[in-house]
């Protein structure tokens, strides 16, 4: 069964620096999102991503977060200079695209642990 | 974006069924009533989803409320696995994007 792979389950980086979290999203899907999870919290929509462009941004989704499509394959989360409360779980997903609504679910995958020291 | 409200606990024992209810009484027409699951250390999983009808698959049973106001998770005959954290949710947006409420936490007991 197809799935959506993430990489690296867990990253450790010190405040400031830039890091980079992969997702490989289902492969004939067309619609990417990113979300998070701060221990112990709710997940929250960060971004989502059609056509190669943002089509949504929630507020935490600032000018220190960007995404890109680097290739067919990848979709990648940058976050440019790392905070302390940027330590969460990250999750990618990916829905295939259907005429007609929100008729059809999103593929999570793993999660990615950023932690910044 | 239409709400959803769910209560915060439920308990079951295993291999009863579980009915978790949602209410969504500000849906539009064309919302989608999605659920999701999220066990623990885990991404969320999606669960079933329908617009008016009932629905089954493999997991699970949704029954849909008349005026579409509100929804009923149904799991058939509960197991350990399936002790989770479980979302109502109405995409929305333009992309279809989920918001998570805090969720119905499900204990099941041996």
């Known amino acids: 069964e197809p799935e959506v792979t993430q990489t690296p389950s867990h990253q450790v980086t010190q405040m400031g620096q830039e890091v980079i979290l992969r997702c490989v999203p289902i492969?004939?899907?067309?619609?990417f999102y990113w979300y998070r999870q701060i221990l112990g919290q709710k997940v929250e929509f960060l971004v989502s991503?059609?056509?190669?462009?943002?089509?949504?941004k929630s507020e935490i989704f600032d000018d220190q977060f960007s995404v890109e499509r680097p290739d067919g394959s990848n979709f990648t989360l940058k976050i440019r200079s790392t905070k302390l409360e940027d330590s969460a779980m990250y999750f990618c997903?990916?829905?295939?695209?259907?005429?007609?609504?929100?008729?059809?679910?999103?593929?999570f995958g793993p999660g990615t642990r950023l932690t910044v020291l | 974006d239409a709400k959803t409200t769910q209560p915060n606990s439920m308990e079951s024992n295993e291999e009863e069924p579980v009915h978790l209810p949602c209410n969504h009484s500000?849906?539009?027409?064309?919302?989608?009533i999605h659920w999701y699951r999220q066990l623990p250390s885990q991404g969320p999983e999606y669960v079933i989803h329908?617009?008016?009808s009932n629905v089954n698959n493999r997991m699970a049973s949704l029954a849909i409320a008349e005026d579409r106001k509100s929804s009923t998770l149904i799991l058939h005959r509960a197991t350990l696995r399936d002790a989770a954290v479980y979302y109502c949710?109405?995409?929305?947006?333009?992309?279809?994007?989920?918001?998570f409420g805090q969720g119905t936490t499900l204990q099941v007991k041996p």
């Open positions: 329908g617009l008016t």
């Open positions: 997903a990916s829905r295939e695209a259907r005429a007609g609504g929100f008729r059809n679910e999103q593929f």
């Open positions: 500000t849906i539009s027409g064309t919302d989608y």
């Open positions: 991503f059609y056509n190669n462009e943002i089509s949504e």
């Open positions: 949710i109405l995409p929305s947006g333009n992309t279809g994007k989920l918001i």
């Open positions: 492969s004939n899907h067309l619609y």
